[in-house]
DNA sequence: AATTAGGCCAACCGCGTTGTG
DNA sequence: CCACAACGCGGTTGGCCTAAT
């Protein structure tokens, strides 16, 4: 536990960082300092710029800079009436994933666009209509990935079963044994795909309901790496949906 | 001529993700 | 595995400029 003058001084640390770093507009000195540094270093090591090209800047602000305005491949100039349909339509895609949206157009960066799209139509766009709102491409976005994600698990173990099958066909075993001392938690529905149909896309359902608790599981099963159970919540939940 | 409103854009901030020791 | 630093992304802010009143 940190004593109350500890705490202070500790305050007036920061204070002092703050102050350190300049902030604001960038002057054309510092601009120079910046593209003399990239020549040298190259991208990245942004917090090293302060100490090595001598910019009273913080890496963040630096790196910023270079990005959005230094970079010598920036597209300079107005939106073009083709770009601006390919935002629009990249939007309607992936709603406000800037980055992902500037990477389909070379030379504009994510800041340019998002600048752009605010002011030319967020307004006009406005709706009262749930379909229309971000939160709702968003989870369109999240609900396609998952499908797709999912669809390609799916497909690969349909491919590792057809391996097995050919491998175990061969040997005279029986795949249900095999299956059954594997391991892994599938759905007994699976068990009967016909290895050589094509597994199709299945539509999305109007109903949003059965897919809430599903975000959640999602996330938890990305993140806890817990690929077995995430497959088996698949096979249980879709094939009982869709198939 | 002065004021106001709105467009535009650079830059900052907060937060999540990724990398590293 | 954990803590910390660095990085990247999306949202927001603030200042400049211009057209309208």
């Not at 920061?14 to 000195?29: L, V």
């Not at 960066?109 to 971000?134: L, M, P």
């Not at 109903?207 to 975000?215: K, Q, R, T």
Request: aromatic residues 10%.
């Amino acid at each position: 536990m940190a004593s109350l003058g500890e705490r202070e001084r500790e305050r007036e640390r920061e204070r002092e960082m703050e102050e350190e770093w300049r902030k604001g507009p960038w002057t054309a000195e510092e601009d120079r300092l910046l593209v003399e540094y990239v020549k040298l270093h190259g991208e990245g090591k942004w917090n090293a710029v302060a100490r090595l090209a001598g910019l009273k800047r913080n890496g963040k602000s630096c790196r910023l800079r270079w990005v959005n305005y230094l970079r010598p491949d920036l597209k300079r100039g107005r939106i073009t009436p083709n770009e601006e349909s390919i935002i629009l339509e990249l939007h309607a895609r992936w709603g406000n994933r800037w980055s992902t949206i500037a990477r389909s157009l070379p030379g504009r960066t994510d800041n340019e666009i998002k600048n752009y799209w605010r002011t030319h139509f967020k307004k006009k766009g406005k709706s009262s209509c749930y379909q229309n709102s971000e939160k709702w491409r968003t989870r369109l976005l999240k609900r396609q990935q998952y499908f797709q994600q999912h669809q390609q698990r799916y497909q690969d173990e349909i491919d590792m079963k057809k391996v097995m099958k050919s491998f175990f066909v061969e040997n005279d075993t029986k795949l249900s044994t095999v299956v059954e001392s594997s391991h892994e938690v599938v759905h007994p529905n699976t068990l009967i795909v016909d290895v050589d149909q094509e597994v199709p896309m299945p539509e999305a359902p109007n109903d949003l309901s059965i897919w809430d608790g599903l975000w959640n599981m999602d996330d938890l099963a990305l993140h806890g790496n817990n690929n077995n159970m995430n497959l088996s919540i698949y096979h249980h939940t879709f094939a009982s949906h869709f198939y």
